[in-house]
């Protein structure tokens, strides 16, 4: 078991400044790798802006396979490859106790690719908070964190394994927790999480949410709504008994009108929080959106550590031929394209736009098109999740 010792926190900027300041994942991965390997009962901590903690993104720069316009098979080589393997990513991972000032994780360890396993590096951050910390373990399978932790709220922890050769796994699937309000009872037993937020009516000045009853083992005596700006900021704005809740429509701000609900008990436990929604502002008019004429299908075909190549089909699902198109993204990680081909491929930051070439300007009715990618990443290669053909948005397949 190891704890957390303090170590110096570090906010994310706020997004007016996004622009101005660049975050190296260079750095971000010196911030992970600095810390040294502890053994089985030191933990090295730190905190850093949320910005990484995502499966899938290891600190680590490996080399990518040349791109080319177009990837193609290769011939087998016989001489067996010498280069490094990295580690298996760690599996399993639970909470075997949650209290209020302290989380142990349990996992299953990861398997080496070439050299020992050394350690673990793991990252948590508190749900709607803008602050990512750390801690280093050795090679062992379980740790308590007692760091940064307060009770009654949510944390996500993920981990990553680490050889002796310095190389890094995948992380890990993420486990997210509630602590409890107390640990001596007589109820240390949060309420399970309201499922299936949704917006329901929504008027010139007012909102309806509503979402399906949490369970408790003593009792759900309420409902906590909280509206979020998107950034590090909640505010309660309603405890209701039941799970519906008329709200006023949020005036607009540079920020996001996020809400959220978490169930509470009759000693003040509370859930893990719901999904979250937004609600339209008082200076709009909410218009249901048009039908949509198009999907898409992405898909990633092959990904290693730092690369990756991916597919994409446009779908014209309209009644008429779409003569010349444009297909625009935006991934949610670090990725960038080095290379493409069936399409002209740019990158303006995290947007990518993909136009047609000649042989596939013509999107007849029913008819498709797909275009690939091959890129680089070292935070994160989640796949984009919103797509737009000639600016009207698709249908995500």
């Known amino acids: 078991m190891t704890g957390v010792r303090s170590s110096s926190l570090f906010r994310r900027l706020r997004p007016g400044l996004l622009a101005a300041v660049v975050l190296s994942t260079a750095v971000l991965g010196t911030a992970l790798s600095a810390a040294p390997a502890a053994d089985a009962g ?4 730190a905190a850093y802006p949320r910005v990484a903690p995502v499966p899938g993104g290891a600190a680590v720069s490996v080399a990518a396979p040349a791109g080319t316009a177009s990837p193609t098979p290769t011939t087998p080589s016989t001489t067996p490859s010498t280069s490094p393997v990295p580690p298996s990513a760690p599996t399993n991972l ?21 050299c020992a396993i050394t350690g673990y590096d793991i990252t948590y951050y508190q749900e709607f908070g803008d602050i990512v910390f750390s801690a280093s373990v050795g090679a062992v399978t379980s740790t308590t964190i007692t760091g940064h932790l307060g009770s009654g709220q949510q944390y996500t922890f993920r981990l990553i394994a680490r050889d002796s050769l310095g190389q890094r796994s995948n992380w890990s699937d993420a486990l997210t927790v509630v602590t409890p309000v107390t640990d001596t009872g007589p109820d240390t037993t949060p309420p399970s999480a309201p499922k299936n937020l949704t917006v329901g009516e929504v008027t010139a000045s007012t909102g309806t949410l509503s979402w399906s009853p949490s369970t408790d083992d003593v009792g759900v005596l309420g409902y906590n709504v909280y509206q979020f700006d998107g950034w590090f900021t909640s505010v309660l704005v309603a405890t209701v008994p039941g799970t519906t809740y ?16 978490r169930a509470r008990d009759a000693v003040g436990n509370v859930s893990i929080a719901s999904n979250t929604v937004t609600l339209p502002t008082t200076t709009t008019t909410p218009t249901p959106p048009p039908p949509s004429t198009c999907r898409v299908t992405y898909r990633n075909q092959s990904e290693w550590q730092g690369g990756f190549v991916a597919t994409a089909t446009v779908h014209n699902a309209g009644a008429a031929p779409i ?24 990158q303006t930051g995290t947007t990518v736009t993909a136009r047609n070439v000649d042989w596939n300007r013509v999107l007849a009715p029913n008819g498709s098109a797909t275009f690939g990618v091959q890129g ?9 999740t919103g797509f737009s053909l000639n600016g009207a948005p698709c249908t995500v397949a």
């Open 42 to 45: 030191t933990a090295a901590p």
């Open 376 to 384: 680089r990443w070292g935070v994160s290669d989640a796949p984009p």
């Open 94 to 114: 639970t909470a075997s106790e949650v209290r209020t000032a302290s989380v142990t994780l349990t996992w299953t360890g990861a398997t080496s690719g070439c």
């Open 246 to 261: 008329t709200t006023p429509l949020p005036a607009s701000t540079p920020l996001r009108n996020l809400y959220y609900v």
């Open 323 to 346: 003569d010349g198109w444009t297909v625009t993204f935006t991934f949610p990680g670090d990725q960038q394209v080095t290379s493409g081909w069936n399409a002209t491929i740019g």
